[in-house]
């Protein structure tokens, strides 16, 4: 007797993306493993986004579950989708983005093959017009099968993306993404890594993530605070962990999504009293936990220095900001 393959659900939060919506949910219903639920949210569009939902949960009833709510934000949409999927293995896609056909079959081959809880793809930026702009390879140097235990090392070295990613659903058993805040992959994806033993990858650049051209230019606020609030809770989940005796990793994680992303993210702000209240708060966030400046510059991902691997202009940034040379910052921003 031949067993039914499992089910997948994808998740794909809308918001004012009709411009892009046709190619995702196109690159969605093609998919080669063929049971899947599209599990369509529609964050209260004040576009033409519902029309083109519509349209295709007509064409494709039998994958496309299409709902509508009131706007609540991406983690709100998510949740939402969350409470009704109804497959074995959870997906999300933005619904600007779009992904190969072999994406979630590749993917849930490996889940299955390894019984691991959590599967990774590499992401390709991509223009409006389909060329590749640049490829973010998650993790290199690693085999298919990563034994966390024994490789804890991704836990500090991996990208937190939440599209890139197949879960086992039961990890959602007890977790949401939290509402109403910035970053919020970086507040949960690590946690759903803490309750993984296997790890499993492909090489394969299945995540087509788009570079926007028509999308308005973000303003960096003072939500980038967010990002230290997101690692703190990481912290507390990581400490009743069976990871918690992994002190160095978790230093190592406190410092890439700490320390230089929020330093990448600090970069961009331009309201130099923001810029230099979150400098004070970061400054806080490195002597509780007592990160020191030369833990930041002997900080290695993946076996090569961080700063040193970073463009000119932001390794400029981070040394003028732990040199403390304000003056010069200013002029540099």
């Known amino acids: 007797m031949t067993s039914i ?3 997948i659900s994808i998740i794909v939060p809308v918001y004012n993306v009709e ?3 046709a190619k995702c949910l196109s690159s969605l219903v093609a998919q080669s493993h063929q049971n899947i639920e599209i599990v369509v949210v529609n964050d209260g569009s004040k576009d033409q986004s519902e029309q083109i939902i519509q349209q295709y949960a007509q064409k494709y009833p039998e994958k496309i579950k299409a709902f509508s709510k009131t706007n609540g934000g991406l983690s709100d949409a998510r949740n939402f989708g969350l ?11 933005d619904s600007d983005d779009y992904v190969t056909e072999t994406m979630f079959e590749e993917m849930l081959h490996l889940a299955e093959k390894h019984q691991a809880k959590m599967v990774i793809c590499n992401i390709q930026k991509v223009d409006q017009n389909g060329k590749i702009t640049q490829k973010l390879t998650q993790i290199p140097n690693m085999p298919e099968k990563i034994d966390l235990e024994k490789n804890f090392s991704v836990f500090s070295d991996v990208s937190y993306f939440a599209c890139n990613k ?3 659903k039961d990890l959602f058993e007890h977790r949401r993404f939290k509402k109403g805040i910035h970053f919020e992959d970086i507040q949960l994806i690590p946690q759903l890594l803490l309750q993984c033993e296997i790890l499993a990858q ?5 995540y087509q993530y788009l570079e926007r051209t028509d999308s308005i230019t973000k303003t960096h ?15 507390r989940y990581f400490e009743e962990s069976s990871y918690s005796d992994k002190r160095k990793e978790l230093k190592n994680f406190q410092i890439f999504e700490g320390v230089y992303s929020f330093l990448a993210y600090l970069a961009f702000v331009k309201d130099h009293e923001t810029f230099y209240g979150m400098a004070d708060k970061l400054s806080i966030f490195m002597k509780e936990r007592k990160i020191k400046i030369k833990d930041i510059f002997n900080y290695s991902r993946f076996g090569k220095n961080y700063l040193l691997s970073l463009p000119l202009k932001k390794k400029i940034f981070y040394l003028l900001f732990f040199a403390g040379q304000k003056r010069l910052i200013k002029k540099l921003m």
């Open 5 to 7: 393959p499992s089910k």
């Open 19 to 21: 411009n892009y919506l």
């Open 83 to 93: 409470d009704r999927a109804t497959g074995d293995y959870i997906g999300f896609v």
């Open 202 to 206: 492909t090489q394969n650049f299945h």
């Open 221 to 235: 606020t003072e939500k980038g605070v967010d990002m230290l609030k997101a690692v703190e809770d990481v912290e």
């Open 166 to 168: 197949l879960f086992k």
